[in-house]
């Protein structure tokens, strides 16, 4: 493998990292104007991540060394998907690892993590949003591997890139069945993210969080490593999106710089049209509860059972 | 001529009554339409034993020896019931049960229904005959609600849901059998559903898709015959009418459906070289025979008694459908013929016992005998006749049904023996406490019309000592032709 | 995977949406949403049998296309919207069973659906024969619709929504049944819903309500 390749997949990464606040920033911003309020600056995730590198870590005293390692793990396991998701090039380095089932592996180990260290401290709001966030993680992985299925019986493979190379070279046709797929991965995305009507990312009120519920004991270095593995977390799922449905503008098998800088236009295209979307789809559900979220996840996984089927019986 | 007389005399006739409404003599043109159909079809009859078989617009209609004595029975029935139903009307205007509009409702909606049992017997083309079967469907489910009581009702909504969705699963085995049938037949779509041809070319059709076609026709159609355990709704729609409405529904509906299941299995038997769908049609009569059997016990409702009867004597017919052979079939199309004359008798005499005895609390009524004879002996006598005494032709059919199974399923007699002995029992008990006894009814404002009752009871006892050579002769013919060859 | 023609894609995709759609009504609990579910299922077939007339140049298909339009779109919603208004009952009960289970129920249906087409499909010669399953799909989930509903009108709803599959079972197995069939069957739907209309004005003037729990009196022992 060329150095150049390295360097365009270490490129990659770095534009994830990058890009990650900037896309949630985004999705706040449509959300606040969609919602008639003032909207907060772009780069406001930015901000706040730099504020808390700066600050003193206060920890409990009852934390075990888990709690402090997992702002590691997570942040490490969310930048490895980066890499692997093929998000603006499907020829580079870390092509071969691209599975998508590992992948899911991968996002699951960073909720194990994330998930044991909320309930470390001993604490009731996090061991509650702990018990909620794999309540749906468990409702949601199903749901996703179904998705990455019904895709991969389209192309006849698991790895990502190749589903996405597939995709954009045969010709342009109806798929009912990704059309499915799209709607499950959309909420499966919204459910995983910590979104409405799963969550609610902004609220303050503990006994309805999920997300921030498992943060609560987290302050300065370990806290903006979470929050900017949020931000990749749905930086990664938008990007995993594109790959499955549109991974039209991605650079196929070159690895040239130069290639990946004509991709990332596009990149930055179907990020804004997909916040926009998501901020839409949060402006007009209502945050359901915990209780019907069960259910929320149950119709991803029948859309995404149905897509399966539609797809055997139409093949299309 | 004589075929469009039969189908258009009921049909213009329903348009009629809705006119006419309530003005006096409803009931007379009511009966007088009937006897025209019964004239027309006794022509159809004479001539086709003469001529053979016949067909009729564009062989949309057609008549073999099967439906054509099919066609008299129940133009014959239908109009001994619009005799009877005459008084009885009177009768329940006069206790206030019915309104003017209700009662042209009913024979507008009784004449309708004959022309759909009609159509439903005669047609040729498979698809026309669902949707003949669904239209009886339809006419009947306002006469099942003409009280409008709660009963009645629940009723008419089971009758309706129930045999709704159970005809339309009939209606996918069409589209099934239209399938198959389109492959041999030409994509014209113009002969592909009609019997006849499909009967000529029913060794190539395929298979595979006929068996499917068939369990969805054998529950369709099997839910109107009422076949155990898809008879929820009939002892409540055949309770809760008018009894001329359950006469005709026991004595000809179920009469119709089980054509229809027939004529489905010669040509699904045809294409599968196998007797599967006859043996699974078997079971069915006996699961019907056994299950009406053991509920007949529970039954505390006069006209729902005789209504589990009715499913008992429609699993005993499938049942000798299903043996098939020669003398089973004979038999079974006898069985049609004796049950349908001997239920709709039953059926006058309860309609006028329960006006008598102001309910159809089988408690309730008592000593019939003291109090009417005549509705009292006939009662009796008919009850005498559906379990199958002696003289009467159902002890015919039903003892060559039995000999036949000893011969041809030795392991259903035993089961078939014991059933019949239950349902002997249950009814006879009850029939008994209700004839004898002392009585506690009233007197009817209007003489009974029972006429029809000893005429059907004098016809059953007459087929039980003697069937005449022609009819035998045309039971034969129709019996080999369910055979198959 | 070949390439499959425009026309053909589109008709696939009425047909996942018709399957769709079948789930939106199994997991619907208002009655008026219901109503209109059952008109969105109508219009797809309707767009389907256009496609499918144009594509295999049979004009019978056109003219039961209209048919469609007529009852299934327009009609039979209308006279159902027409009786919710004045028999007032805007809400359904909540169905017997909660909706991950009915989802469920419903997929294992889809799949057993598609085993029972399969034998059936191969035979057939129709370009839309994959469709087949899918139409026994929406009859199965039609009839679960009806079984886990209390409300009479839901489970007309219910079994409207059957006869939509049977239409879809018949014009993808055969491209469409013999004109007079299709007149014939359609002819019953019709009286079935005017029977219907009077029926609940019966119901209602008796019970009050159109809730079936009302009937329910009529078992062995009373």
Known sequence: ?316 | MEFAVLLLTPLLGALLLAVWGARPRAAEINIALSFGTFLAAVAVTVRVINEGNLTAAHEQFFLDPFNVFLVTLTAFVGLTTSIFSRPYMRIEMEHGRLSHGRLRLYHSMYQLFMTMMLVALTTNNMGLLWVALEAATLSTVLLVTLYRTPASLEAGWKYFILCGVGIAQALFGTILLYFAAEKVLGAEGVSALLWTHLAAVKGELEPTVLGLAFAFLLVGYGTKVGLAPLHNWLPDAHAEGPTPVSAVLSGLLLNVAIYAVVRCKILVEGALQSTLPSKILMIFGLLSVVLSALFLWRQRDIKRLFAYSSIEHMGIIAFAFGMGGAVANFAALLHMTVHSLTKSAIFFTVGHAAQKAGSQRIEDIRGLLSLNPTIGWGLMLGSLAILGFPPFGVFASEFLILTTAMKQEPWATPILLLALGVAFAAIFSRVQSMVLGHSTGKRLPHQPALLPVFAHLALVLLLGLYIPPYLADWYRAAASMIVGN | MQHTPFDLQLLNACAAILLLLSFAMLAQRRIVALVNLLALQGAMLFIATMLLAWRTGQNHLYVSAALTLGLKVIALPWLLHVLIKRLNVQWDSEPLLNVPGTMLIGLVTVVFSFGLAQPIAELASTATRNSLGIAVAVILLAFITMITRRKAMSQVVGFLSMENGLFFGAMSATYGMPMIVEFGVALDVLVAMLVLGVFFFQIREQFDSLDLHNLESLKEDQ
């Open chain 1, 1 to 316: 493998m060329s150095t150049v390749a390295w360097l365009t997949q270490f490129l990659e990464v770095l534009a994830a990292l990058i890009l990650a606040p900037l896309f949630l920033g985004w999705v706040n911003a449509c959300r606040a104007w969609l919602q008639n309020r003032r909207a907060p600056s772009v780069l406001l995730p930015y901000h706040g991540i730099r504020k808390l590198f700066h600050k003193d870590a206060v920890i409990a005293a009852s934390a075990s060394p888990l709690f402090r390692v997992a702002p590691y793990v997570v942040f490490g396991a969310m930048v490895a998907a980066a890499a692997v998701i093929p998000s603006m090039g499907t020829g580079l380095p870390f092509r071969s690892a691209a599975d998508a089932i590992a992948l899911v592996g991968l996002l699951a180990i960073a909720r194990v993590f994330m998930s044991l260290a909320a309930m470390d401290i001993g604490t009731a709001f996090g061991t509650l949003g702990a018990r909620r966030d794999m309540m749906i993680g468990f409702l949601a992985e199903p749901a996703l591997l179904m998705v990455i299925f019904v895709a991969s019986l389209l192309s006849a493979t698991t790895a990502l890139p190749l589903i996405a190379e597939r995709l954009v070279v045969q010709p342009l046709a109806l798929y009912p069945s990704l059309a499915f797929t799209a709607v499950a991965f959309t909420m499966v995305l919204l459910a995983e993210n910590a979104r409405i009507p799963v969550d609610n990312p902004a609220t303050h009120l503990e006994l309805t969080m999920i997300h921030e519920a498992m943060l609560l004991e987290y302050s300065a270095r370990h806290l903006a490593l979470m929050e900017w593995a949020a931000a990749l977390k749905l930086f990664n799922y938008a990007c995993i999106g594109f790959a499955l449905f549109v991974p039209w503008g991605a650079s196929i098998g070159s690895t040239g710089i130069g290639a990946m800088a004509l991709s990332l236009p596009a990149l930055l295209v179907k990020l804004a049209v997909a916040g926009l979307w998501l901020a839409l789809l949060e402006t007009v559900s209502a945050k359901l509860r915990v209780f019907r979220a069960p259910e929320f996840m149950a119709t991803a996984f029948m859309f995404a059972v149905l897509g399966l089927l539609v797809h055997l019986l139409l093949g299309a």
